[in-house]
């Protein structure tokens, strides 16, 4: 999974580069409104300044033989509502576009706490790629060195392994660095091996055994600011009261349901790259549409004063392939109680 470059940057003043398609729409909307607010303003403005003007210069004998004028009442009247009306159907349009609507590829729920977010995806670990299982036997005959068994062991897998890797393309189980195992050469020693690895082998053999919907819920939190002078957490971004200890994940070119909500008081799950803010309201679930058109990494905030830990409810979004952002879920998953609990009961 490569890295990319963050959309935000120190010093910035104006918004941060658009990752939906509706965060442009609404940054363009931001822009046409403060250009018919100059417009409105500098007109006036104008006016107030020659009615003035003419007061104190000419002592109100300016335009005296002129009562009433329909036409200027007419159009004072008609064009403040015609921009009102293009302001609103734009808006209107926005936030009909922001429904969810059907044929949502990922769901990630977020609920709000007093002062953390937490977050749950449901993966289905029955729903396994065309090739997924010869790609982890591949990996497992490299992890294992081969050549380093017994000469009476049967080596013909040597070649059907060469065979396996020339047909099938590179999934996202096939992660070599990933992988963490330290083969001692010996087959008595296959069962403590296997449990060094926290990468693609391991996944893909449990998913041979793990069917149906599996869910990941984690807390994601403020990472404090010693912490990130220290360098006691791998982090990229370097934005003060911005890094968390797990982000959200999106994928883009997908449509994204998040479901938002909250266990306490109300909050607000926003991030300006994607142009979405949802409120968290006690008893009830809002759902936003994302659908990111590049991978990356954003930040937001809780935007409802919550309480006096307010300012500690970062939100960090990463942004990745569809494919990746399960095989992570994924991986997660595998880490949890239940998966063991799952695995003693075997």
């Known amino acids: 999974m490569k890295m990319i470059n963050l959309v935000s940057f120190w010093n910035q003043y104006s918004f941060p580069d ?34 003035l003007a003419g007061s104190f210069f000419f002592q109100g004998s300016l335009n005296r033989f002129v009562v009433k004028n329909e036409l200027l009442e007419t159009v004072w009247t008609i064009v403040p509502s015609l921009f009102l009306g293009v302001l609103g159907y734009i808006s209107l349009k926005n936030l009909y576009d922001m429904e969810v609507g059907e044929n949502v590829d990922h769901v990630v729920k977020v609920t709000g706490h007093q002062w953390y977010w937490e977050y749950r995806y449901e993966v289905n ?3 396994v790629k065309k090739g997924d299982h010869k790609e982890c036997l591949v990996e497992w005959m490299k992890m294992t060195e081969l050549n380093s068994l017994k000469e009476d062991e049967d080596l013909s897998l040597v070649n059907d392994t060469n065979d396996l890797e020339s047909s ?7 992660n070599e660095d990933s992988v963490l195992w330290n083969s001692e050469g010996e ?7 296997i449990m060094k690895f926290n990468g693609s082998v391991l996944n893909c053999v449990a998913e041979l055994f793990m069917k149906g919907d599996w869910f990941l819920k984690y807390d994601s939190y403020l990472v404090p600011e010693g912490d990130l002078v220290n360098g006691q957490l791998n982090l990229n971004s370097g934005f003060r009261n911005q ?4 982000p959200c994940y999106l994928a883009f070119n997908k449509k994204n349901e998040v479901l938002v909500s909250t266990s306490d008081v109300m909050h607000s799950w ?15 679930s809002n759902s936003l549409s994302v659908e990111p058109v590049s991978p990356g990494v954003s930040f937001g905030n809780c935007y409802e004063l919550c ?16 494919d990746s952002i399960i095989w992570v879920i994924k991986g997660e998953i595998m880490t949890t109680e239940s998966v063991e609990e799952f695995f003693s009961s075997i």
């Open 18 to 51: 658009p990752m939906t398609e509706m965060a442009g729409r609404l940054y363009m909307y931001h822009d046409l409104v403060l250009v018919v607010l100059v417009m409105v303003l500098v007109l006036v403005g104008w006016f107030l300044m020659v009615f």
């Open 125 to 127: 670990f029955s729903v």
């Open 168 to 174: 099938e393309g590179n999934e996202a189980c096939n």
């Open 187 to 193: 087959s008595e020693n296959f069962l403590m091996n």
């Open 243 to 246: 890094d968390v200890s797990a």
């Open 270 to 284: 926003g991030v300006s790259e994607l142009g979405v803010k949802a409120d968290a309201v006690p008893g009830r």
């Open 307 to 322: 309480g006096e830990g307010h300012s500690q409810m970062p939100v960090v979004v990463f942004v990745s392939n569809y």
